[in-house]
């Protein structure tokens, strides 16, 4: 029997529960703050956000990141856009339609109060971005423009060109440095978190390994924050860079921390489809192609003809054949699957048949070519760089590509996770996208996470650690951590096996893609666990790591990331079995309308499944999060 | 030195004072335009505009900035190119990175060098004999630089030296003139645009002007 | 059609090693594969062999996040203009050639080990004033102050530096001019960052200097190597930026 979990959601209306926590949060006085330590691991935007934020205040910050510079997060790549409710477009956008919509785009499998609290914050992010420099476009008049996104029926995202989350994320790295100069943040760059330290279930710091010199260290503090992003690379084809990993969430999940919905990825419908066995990423265009581009594929699966070639009479348009009012503005779940199903029917198209067109000729056509040089210029550029091929001449190709980690480290209201002393922020938690994430709201939530919301609840926990005694990293649990970690590396080098990292990252992605990926069933499920659980095994026994330990050793750290993803996975699975509906991006095969739409399920669904490890990968024990929705009424997602 | 620690300040010294030394290059150009006149004439004048300008206070000062000009450019371009020069670990094994400049641009050292070079060798061969030297006077008493001018040039070796020298200056100032106003902060893209064109311009004038005179003398006497 | 390629790789155990040349050859390669799953392809061939891979340094491998960058035949990001490492294809190399790697050089980049370096001299140059000073919950709303499209646009032309090293790489002075200039002059077009313009300026510029980056001689090199063609008059706008702070001390 499942336990219940509760979210300690602050009393009183919807509206007021954030200003009534923060009216209440307990507070720390200038002259204690720098007494406290805390660790923040990632310096994307939500950890960049929360370190500088938290260093702002007078807090002893020790910041960390794989890469050579915390300007390098992924969340750099985001292209899109952020959202926040300004209504500067006087188009009746408001905080209570914005939670509304980012709920329904979640397919009503998110926190309410939240969500609510995401809304509320949305409109001062983008005074601060602003007022860091970030040049976001604007219009002639000189004030800030805006468009729509994804849908949603009114324009509230914000956007620097095609590199809202680059601009963002200079933002806030800026401000860390800032206050690096200053002295009160530590930067840990190319250090890479291996465990998490843990006393009495409160948490006291983490072991890392110096990339550089491989030197395991030590690191005390009064609270850690984990702040490491989305483990789509899991599928090891995505969206995501190279080193994205799921192993600071993980390592902490093992030592208790409950993982909530990890099976709830989303694929993004408009990326690069694979050209090979050596591919290892795929790149992502951005989404506003599909408001001039259609998309299609040949009604004959053998039609081999150049596509200018095919005539109309002989192309399909699916989308808007099947979604007429929404057409190819589908969501990007249905937009995905509907792709899906094509390749998998046999109508894919390009060398590896695995490819949808994505075709402007109409637009070209109607619009002139200068206009969509304009609109789309550095995209088609970008195309035209990666694949030889000019878009002008002849349809993209493209393919869903996984993209988005809905799931994560289960948090509660204060982002704090069932560590005390633990605090999860940006994609690393599930918390507030339900099922299906609506475009342009992560980079907002990981902002809102590192600037708003962790300043005031972290500093409501380090209230109560100021006259415990100061965690100590010669502690004898940090002793032992160290040792683990030590001897855990010791042993992917010991194995000398046939296989690398790479080949069995490439072998278990292929395998979530086809069977716990766009669309799961029970039967595709329950064969993909086995297949994970002995190629795991063999992984423990036939793994190739060269080097050693004491030096830059790249398969070292790949070996680490697999090792985590071969766990992680099989939860995935246990995940998407355990959820007998289709939901967002969660498609259950069984659990479909006559027309191929998602059933989901209310009366037995409407919980978060929050996993605690119990030493067994294969036998995780699931708690569950009441979704309780009293400020809307539940309706069935339709965008036909 | 004096609020010219940095290497950007350095710059703005190297940019005054080539600037300058592009101003007077003018001015030496325009006077030695009277080589061009009919030849008694030419002589009589070219040496009273000597005698005066030796005379003046105010070219006295000019000539002391010319000198102070040439030492601090030079000192500068010395203390400039040895503060980033390649180490042993930082130099390529393989190098194409050529492709992506123009190769005056990067050669400025050594086109500095010949213009140093030249530079020395033309003060001791009409300078420091007209100052210091014992030249034989002209009608109106005045020093006969004239003659030794005209003499240097009727010789081959020396025109031919003369010309490399001033390819040298062209070049280096096909890069160093647009140069010396964007290390003074020229941002705005048009008139970069059109200083980049004057540059081009006044190089070719320059070098024009300074290769007319000995060969048209080489030529003609 | 398969390619076949040899490679001329630098290979330096770590930062104290003197460092050489190492010849591989690939065979089978696909055209549509970019460099650096050519160089996967390798490390997997060499790894099989039970020699030591390649170190290099990637990540988002879609030319944003400017982790990535060698020096390839001699030139910084390889033979296209403007473009990162990650986005050179092997589509641009013929049949049987040979290919030379090497990592950025630069006094300010250690070398780390085979073409890894180590480039956190731009952090602490951002570090020194990099920034505008504002705090967490101080800022007003954003529409108070509009700014020109154009203006915006400029600050936008520069703030797009990716922070890949390229300019330093190629740069014969191995200056680091171009991603400084495009700092200052994001920074410096915006109202938001006019309140720290002079203190922002010099502290940079020294610092760029205590770092042992070498002078600007203007000839253009960085901006046609640098991915985002981020412009040399960012330089022009440094020096004026530079010239107005010192004559205001
Ligand atoms: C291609 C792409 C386009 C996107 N476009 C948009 C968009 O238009 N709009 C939008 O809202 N969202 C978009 N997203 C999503 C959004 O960018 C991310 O969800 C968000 O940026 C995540 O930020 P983060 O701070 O949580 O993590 P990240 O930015 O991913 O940062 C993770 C940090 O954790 C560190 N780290 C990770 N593991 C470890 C470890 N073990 N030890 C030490 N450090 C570690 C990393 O070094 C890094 O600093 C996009 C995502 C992708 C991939
Ligand atoms: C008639 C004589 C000369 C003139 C008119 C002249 C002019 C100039 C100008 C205008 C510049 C551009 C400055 C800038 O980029 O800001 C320059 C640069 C330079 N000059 Fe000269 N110069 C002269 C002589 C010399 C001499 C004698 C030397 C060397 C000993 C020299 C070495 C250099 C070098 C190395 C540079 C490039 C500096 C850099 O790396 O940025 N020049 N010169
Ligand atoms: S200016 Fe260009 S080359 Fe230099 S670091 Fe920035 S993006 Fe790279
Ligand atoms: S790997 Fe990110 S820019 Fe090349």
């Known amino acids: ?640 | 030195m004096l609020g010219f620690s940095s290497t950007i300040s350095r710059k703005y010294l190297m940019a005054i004072t080539g600037l300058f030394l592009c101003l007077f290059l003018v001015i030496h150009l325009l006077g030695n335009f009277q080589l061009l006149l009919p030849e008694d004439e030419a002589q009589l004048q070219y040496n009273a505009y000597s005698a005066f300008l030796s005379g003046n206070i105010l070219v006295k000062i000019i000539a002391y900035v010319l000198y102070i000009s040439i030492i601090l450019h030079s000192i500068d371009a010395i203390y400039l190119s040895f503060k980033s020069r390649k180490s042993k670990k930082t130099r390529y094994r393989y190098d194409a990175r050529k492709r992506a400049s123009k190769w005056y641009s990067r050669q400025m050292m050594l086109l500095g060098v010949i213009l140093f070079a030249f530079l020395v060798i033309h003060f001791y061969d009409f300078w420091y004999p007209f100052k210091f030297g014992e030249l034989t006077l002209d009608q109106q008493g005045n020093k006969d630089l004239y003659q030794l001018v005209i003499a240097s040039f009727q010789n081959i070796g020396y025109v031919a030296w003369y010309s490399v020298a001033i390819l040298a200056l062209f070049f280096h100032l096909l890069h160093g003139f647009f140069s010396a106003f964007r290390s003074l902060g020229l941002y705005h893209p048009y008139y970069a645009q059109i200083i980049k064109l004057i540059g081009v311009i006044f190089s070719l004038l320059i070098c024009i002007g300074y290769l007319g005179i000995p060969i048209y003398i080489f030529i003609s006497r | 059609m398969p390619m076949k390629l040899q490679l001329k790789i630098w290979r330096q155990k770590n930062s104290d090693d003197l460092g050489k040349f190492n010849t591989y050859e690939l065979k089978d390669l696909n055209p549509a594969m970019s460099f650096l799953e050519m160089l996967d392809t390798l490390n997997l061939q060499l790894i099989k062999n039970k020699e030591e891979p390649v170190e290099f340094d990637h990540d988002c491998r879609e030319g944003i996040c400017g982790q990535c960058g060698v020096m390839i035949n001699g030139i910084a990001h390889g033979k296209p203009k403007n473009i990162t490492t990650c986005q050179l294809h092997l589509r641009e190399f013929k049949d049987g050639d040979t290919i030379v790697i090497e990592p950025f050089r630069a006094k300010a980049f250690p070398v780390l080990k085979d073409l890894k370096v180590d480039r956190s001299a731009f952090d602490t140059l951002i570090a020194s004033g990099g920034y505008i000073g504002v705090e967490t919950g101080q800022a007003p709303e954003a529409n108070t102050t509009p700014i020109p499209q154009e203006i915006a646009e400029q600050a936008f032309d520069a703030a797009a530096c990716i922070g890949c090293g390229a300019c330093v790489a190629t740069c014969k002075n191995e200056s680091a001019a171009l991603f400084v200039g495009a700092k200052i002059s994001h920074l410096a077009a915006l109202p938001q960052g006019k309140a720290e313009r002079e203190k922002r300026v010099l502290n940079m510029v020294n610092r760029m200097d205590e770092l042992k980056f070498g002078h600007c001689t203007n000839t253009g090199a960085c901006q046609v190597e640098c991915p985002q063609d981020i412009s040399v008059l960012h330089i022009a706008k440094l020096n004026y930026e530079y010239l107005r702070a010192k004559l205001k001390k």
């Open chain 1, 1 to 640: 029997m499942a336990k219940f979990i509760a979210a300690k959601i602050p009393e009183g209306p919807l509206e007021k529960k954030w200003q009534n926590y923060k009216d209440q949060a307990k507070l720390v006085s200038p002259n204690n703050r720098k007494k406290l330590e805390v660790i923040v691991i990632g310096t994307g935007l939500s950890g960049a956000s929360a370190a500088a934020s938290l260093a702002e205040m007078g807090y002893q910050v020790k910041s960390f990141c794989f890469q050579d510079s915390p300007r390098r997060a992924h969340s750099v790549a985001a292209q899109g856009g952020v959202n926040a409710m300004k209504n500067y477009k006087n188009d009746g956008d408001s905080v209570q339609r914005m939670f509304f919509d980012t709920l329904k785009g979640g397919d009503f499998r998110a926190r309410e109060a939240n969500t609510y609290r995401l809304a509320q914050c949305s409109a001062a992010l983008i005074d601060q971005a602003v007022a860091q420099g970030v040049p976001f476009a604007r219009e002639y008049s000189g004030y800030l423009s805006n468009r729509s996104f994804g849908g949603v029926q009114v324009s509230r995202t914000f956007y620097a060109r095609g590199q809202t989350g680059q601009q963002l994320l200079l933002g806030a790295y800026q401000a860390l440095l800032r206050q690096q100069a200053k002295g009160k943040v530590k930067i840990f760059n190319r250090h890479e978190m291996l465990e998490l330290v843990c006393e009495n279930n409160t948490a006291k710091g983490i072991i890392t390994r110096n990339l550089v010199s491989g030197k395991i260290e030590r690191q005390a503090a009064h609270a850690v924050v984990i702040a490491s992003g989305g483990f789509g690379k899991i599928y090891y084809l995505s969206t995501l860079a190279m080193g994205c990993n799921a192993s600071a969430i993980w390592r902490a999940h093992k030592k208790g921390a409950l993982m909530a919905n990890p099976s709830w990825t989303q694929f993004h419908p408009t990326s690069l489809p694979q050209s090979g066995s050596y591919q290892s990423k795929l790149t992502l265009m951005s989404e506003s192609l599909r408001n001039d581009g259609r998309i299609w594929v040949p009604k004959n699966k053998k039609d081999a003809r150049n596509p200018n070639e095919i005539p109309e009479s002989d192309r399909d348009y699916y989308l808007e054949r099947k979604y007429p009012s929404y057409g190819n503005l589908a969501p990007r779940d249905i937009a995905s699957r509907a792709a899906k199903e094509q390749i998998d029917n046999g109508f894919g198209v390009g060398e590896l048949k695995n490819a949808v067109y994505l075709d402007f000729a109409k637009a070209i056509k109607d619009l002139g070519k200068t206009t969509i040089q304009k609109r789309y210029g550095n995209l088609f550029d970008m195309y035209e760089k990666i694949t030889g091929i000019n878009a002008f001449k002849e349809p993209m190709k493209i393919s869903p590509s996984a993209h988005f980690s809905m799931g994560g480290l289960w948090v509660d209201y204060d982002l704090q996770t069932s560590i005390a002393g633990l605090f999860a922020i940006g994609e690393a938690n599930f918390s507030d996208h339900g099922a299906n994430r609506l475009g342009a709201n992560s980079l907002l939530q990981a902002c809102v996470d590192g600037y708003y919301i962790l300043p005031y609840t972290l500093q409501n926990y380090l209230a109560t650690q100021i006259d415990k005694p100061k965690p100590a990293a010669h502690n004898q649990a940090f002793v032992d951590a160290e040792e683990r970690v030590k001897k855990q590396l010791q042993t992917y080098l010991n194995t000398n096996g046939t296989k690398t990292p790479d080949e069995y990252h490439k072998e278990l992605g292929k395998l979530l893609y086809d069977y716990c990926g766009l669309s799961r069933s029970r039967k595709g499920l329950t064969y993909v666990i086995k297949e994970i659980q002995k190629l795991r095994e063999e992984f423990k026994t036939n793994l190739l790591v060269l080097g050693d330990t004491y030096q830059i050793n790249s398969e070292l750290e790949k070996a680490g990331r697999v090792a985590d993803y071969f766990e992680l996975a099989e939860l995935m699975c246990l995940d998407a079995l355990n959820r007998e509906e289709s939901c967002g991006a969660h498609f259950r095969e069984e659990y479909q309308s006559d027309e191929g739409e998602a059933v989901r399920n209310d009366d037995d669904y409407a919980y978060t499944a929050a996993w605690e490890w119990t030493g067994n990968p294969s036998q995780p024990e699931l708690h569950k999060e009441k979704l309780v929705f009293k400020n809307v009424s539940l309706s069935t997602r339709s965008y036909k």
